[in-house]
T-cell receptor, first 109, second 117 residues
Framework: DQQVKQNSPSLSVQEGRISILNCDYTNSMFDYFLWYKKYPAEGPTFLISISSIKDKNEDGRFTVFLNKSAKHLSLHIVPSQPGDSAVYFCAALGNQFYFGTGTSLTVIP | GAVVSQHPSRVICKSGTSVKIECRSLDFQATTMFWYRQFPKQSLMLMATSNEGSKATYEQGVEKDKFLINHASLTLSTLTVTSAHPEDSSFYIC?????????????FGSGTQLSVL
């Protein structure tokens, strides 16, 4: 049973525009959420995280929003750059880390 | 941030041989390490949780005798794929939990692409 879901397998955005990646989860006990970026044949690298006591966390071009009532979080990248093209995984921390299936982002120059 | 080193990055082997993958935490002690497997265009699937000094905890459906995990020290965990077969070909990634390392609580190795001929 997939406890963390990313329903969009892919997303294409023009350079300079905003990229919005979405993630839904089912377990209300999750208290920490993370976003990872992954290039092919490499391990994921940490991007940004948010605690369940917050609803927004910002780091440069990356902002994560958390809507606990909807069990939904999103990652906003603005402005998007070609180097942002990668697969993005959201993860939730419960008794272990649960990962979504990933969204492949393509930023078109 | 903390660094996790994983070797080898790529291995090609014949069917029936065993392959060992190492995962090291370079600048912190990792009492818990995780092993994941990723198929193309799919998510990271947790295989097992490796605890230093004790037996690994395997996820449902993961064969313990097939995927041997050893976590003999606070900085090293190994995954051995025994009697590898083509269906074991996959991308294997380790990670280490580092409480207190800022916001980033899970650090990943660079992964190992295993191809079994």
């Amino acid at each position: 049973d997939q406890q963390v879901k990313q329903n969009s397998p892919s997303l294409s955005v023009q350079e300079g525009r905003i990229s919005i990646l979405n993630c839904d989860y089912t377990n209300s006990m999750f208290d920490y959420f993370l976003w990872y970026k992954k290039y092919p044949a490499e391990g994921p690298t940490f991007l940004i995280s948010i605690s369940s006591i917050k609803d927004k966390n910002e780091d440069g071009r990356f902002t994560v929003f958390l809507n606990k009532s909807a069990k939904h979080l999103s990652l906003h990248i603005v402005p998007s750059q070609p180097g942002d093209s990668a697969v993005y995984f959201c993860a939730a921390l419960g008794n272990q880390f649960y990962f979504g299936t990933g969204t492949s982002l393509t930023v078109i120059p | 941030g903390a660094v996790v080193s994983q070797h080898p990055s790529r291995v090609i082997c014949k069917s029936g041989t065993s392959v060992k993958i190492e995962c090291r935490s370079l600048d912190f002690q990792a009492t818990t390490m995780f092993w994941y497997r990723q198929f193309p265009k799919q998510s990271l699937m947790l295989m097992a949780t490796s605890n230093e000094g004790s037996k690994a905890t395997y996820e449902q459906g993961v064969e313990k005798d097939k995927f041997l995990i050893n976590h003999a020290s606070l900085t090293l965990s190994t995954l051995t794929v025994t009697s590898a077969h083509p269906e074991d070909s996959s991308f294997y990634i380790c990670s280490a939990h580092a409480p207190g390392q800022g916001d980033e609580k899970l650090f990943f190795g660079s992964g190992t692409q295993l191809s079994v001929l």
